[in-house]
């Protein structure tokens, strides 16, 4: 196999790769084909534009298939998806991997401290809400909407919302939880800030909202939500007969920080690049970092 990265520095080659035309990258014909899978939201869509950055110029054809978390799990089990970038563990994803863990594997923690909290606009008093159990004092709960957008059941969002709801008794305060669809999370949020209204945001680490809005997390103290995660690029079994060696070893050397991959998110939610574009740009702006991976 035609290795891209051998023939150059690993740094070299990905700057190349936001230039050249995609035909000259192209694998040919004989080449193995990776299913690279993904969940269909865009932190996650930005680190698979990096991994499949690294594939192609290994010389790999890849073919990406996005879904939601309760497909996109249950694909990389059957072996329909070789790849998944990525899976939030020990926690958030650790309902949806246990059915699937015996036939994967871990190739590499990309980045750390993936989490989930609840924040609030900072025009919103920090002497009045500082905390989730502050969402019960009668005078935050007057102006507070009742109802709390968050995203579909599935994701370890909203099922540590629902952690959070119980913990914190905001049932009982008259708090309801909704599991909705991205762009309702998001358009109920841009719409509550500007018009500077009291709004509560089921958010994580990272996304891009964090990089572009003045927001203040809010205190959880029952930590119903858990301690942080690592994200890991997964395999199927399947894929350590169609990785060369040495492309395995580069996917293993794949680090980020948790605000690379918010910028790399910000690119595509408000630059408006595409997933792949995202990728392509960081990894131009950052030769250092991804040449630190072929040494990892």
């Given at each position: ?5 051998r023939?150059?520095?690993f740094?070299?080659a990905?700057?190349?790769a936001?230039v ?6 192209a694998?040919s014909d ?13 932190f996650?869509a930005v ?7 690294v ?10 298939v996005e879904?939601?978390?309760?497909e996109?799990?249950?694909q990389?089990g059957a ?23 015996d036939?994967?594997f871990e190739i590499a923690?990309i980045y750390e401290?993936?989490?989930?909290f ?7 008093p920090?002497?009045v809400?500082s905390s989730?159990a502050?969402?019960t004092?009668?005078k ?6 009742n109802?709390i ?6 994701t370890g969002?909203?099922?540590?919302a629902?952690r959070v709801?119980e ?10 939880l909704?599991a909705a669809e991205p ?6 949020f841009?719409t509550?800030?500007e018009?500077?209204e ?6 994580w ?5 964090n ?5 203040r997390?809010l205190?959880?103290p029952?930590?119903?939500?858990g301690d ?5 690029l997964i395999?199927?079994?399947?894929l350590r007969d169609?990785?060369s060696?040495e492309t395995?070893?580069?996917?293993q050397?794949?680090?980020?920080d948790?605000a690379?991959?918010t910028e ?10 595409s997933?792949r574009?995202?990728?392509q740009?960081?990894m131009?702006?950052?030769?250092d970092i991804?040449?630190?991976w072929s040494?990892?």
């Amino acid at each position: 196999m035609t290795n891209a990265f051998r023939q150059t520095t690993f740094a070299t080659a990905m700057l190349a790769a936001t230039v050249l035309p995609n035909q000259m990258r192209a694998a040919s014909d004989d080449q193995d084909t990776i299913v690279l899978g993904q969940v269909g939201l865009s932190f996650y869509a930005v680190v698979g534009g990096v991994v499949q950055e690294v594939l192609e110029q290994e010389g790999y054809t890849v073919d990406v298939v996005e879904g939601p978390h309760d497909e996109i799990f249950p694909q990389l089990g059957a072996g329909d998806v070789d790849m998944l970038a990525a899976a939030w563990l020990p926690s958030a994803h650790g309902t949806l991997y246990e059915p699937v863990e015996d036939v994967t594997f871990e190739i590499a923690p990309i980045y750390e401290e993936a989490k989930f909290f609840w924040a609030v606009p900072s025009y919103i008093p920090e002497s009045v809400l500082s905390s989730v159990a502050d969402l019960t004092k009668p005078k935050v709960a007057a102006i507070m909407p009742n109802t709390i957008i968050s995203l579909p059941e599935a994701t370890g969002l909203t099922t540590g919302a629902r952690r959070v709801m119980e913990a914190y008794g905001l049932e009982d305060a008259g708090y309801e939880l909704i599991a909705a669809e991205p762009s309702e999370w998001l358009d109920t949020f841009r719409t509550a800030v500007e018009k500077k209204e009291w709004v509560v945001l089921p958010l994580w680490q990272p996304q891009w909202i964090n990089a572009v809005y003045d927001i203040r997390p809010l205190t959880e103290p029952k930590n119903a939500y858990g301690d942080p995660d690592t994200a890991y690029l997964i395999g199927h079994e399947q894929l350590r007969d169609k990785l060369s060696a040495e492309t395995m070893q580069l996917l293993q050397g794949i680090r980020f920080d948790v605000a690379d991959v918010t910028e790399m998110d910000r690119l595509m939610n408000v630059d408006g690049m595409s997933a792949r574009e995202a990728a392509q740009s960081w990894m131009a702006a950052n030769t250092d970092i991804v040449e630190s991976w072929s040494t990892n």
